[in-house]
């Protein structure tokens, strides 16, 4: 079965530190990968999307991921993280482009300290 | 614009119970999708319509069902309430159902069985 791993539970970070959050995952063939962000008391909110092409993705907020397929891995960075960043990242996987379901991983939850 | 709305917000039952869940996609999106989110895990899929039809299910028991409506609402429903169904409860709409197509999550339903 298709798995998404988050290796880190809960990161602690201060105020303009560099943020890594890792995500790897076991399908072999061809993935669109996916972090999403959890505000405190707000819904899922798309960070940035992997399909093809460039495997460093820009996304909002100044969040950028790399793909690097031989590692199976898509993981988050950030070269300095603010308060505001405090969050659940969750990294998310889809199969292809036929209709398969997102599965999430576990997620990892960022505090930012002043 | 609206964004995804789910109704209720919150919603205690007790064990063995029916409960109904309900959500409006954004205007236009045609694919509804279902999550259920445990405490400390991420979102896991329970179901995908589109066009009132159901396009995919998740690995959950026949106590789960759902439904999709001409104006492409869709309905949760979960018969026999068991503890373990405590969960928030996501829906998610997206435009198309296969390919590239962007997923945007709604607020949750937050369900406690007692």
């Known amino acids: 079965a298709q798995s998404v791993s988050q290796h880190n539970h809960h990161v602690i970070l201060s105020e303009a530190a560099s943020l890594e959050l890792g995500c790897n995952y076991s399908?072999?063939?061809?993935?669109?990968l996916f972090w999403y962000v959890q505000y405190p008391g707000q819904h899922l909110q798309l960070l940035l999307k992997?399909?093809?092409?460039?495997?460093l993705v820009k996304g909002i907020k100044g969040f950028e991921a790399e793909f690097i397929k031989s590692k199976f891995s898509f993981n988050l960075r950030k070269p300095s993280v603010q308060w505001s960043d405090t969050a659940e990242y969750f990294c998310?996987?889809?199969?292809?482009?036929?209709?398969?379901?997102?599965?999430f991983g576990k997620g990892t939850r960022l505090s930012v300290i002043a | 614009d609206a964004g995804v709305t789910q109704s209720p917000t919150h919603l205690i039952k007790t064990r063995g119970q029916h409960v109904t869940l309900r959500c409006s996609p954004i205007?236009?999106?045609?694919?509804v999708s279902w999550y259920q989110q445990v405490l400390g895990q991420g979102p896991q899929f329970i179901f995908q319509?589109?066009?009132?039809?159901?396009?995919g299910r998740g690995n959950f028991p026949d106590r789960f069902s759902a439904r999709q409506f001409p104006n492409y609402s869709s309905e949760l429903n979960v018969n026999a309430l068991l503890l373990g169904d405590s969960a928030l409860y996501l829906c998610?709409?997206?435009?198309?159902?296969?390919?590239?197509?962007?997923?945007?999550f709604g607020p949750g339903t937050r369900l406690t069985v007692l």
């Open positions: 998610a709409s997206s435009q198309a159902l296969a390919g590239i197509n962007e997923q945007f």
């Open positions: 399908y072999g063939g061809t993935v669109n």
């Open positions: 992997y399909f093809s092409g460039d495997p």
């Open positions: 998310a996987v889809k199969r292809g482009a036929g209709n398969t379901p997102l599965v």
């Open positions: 205007s236009g999106h045609k694919s």
């Open positions: 319509y589109y066009e009132k039809e159901e396009r």
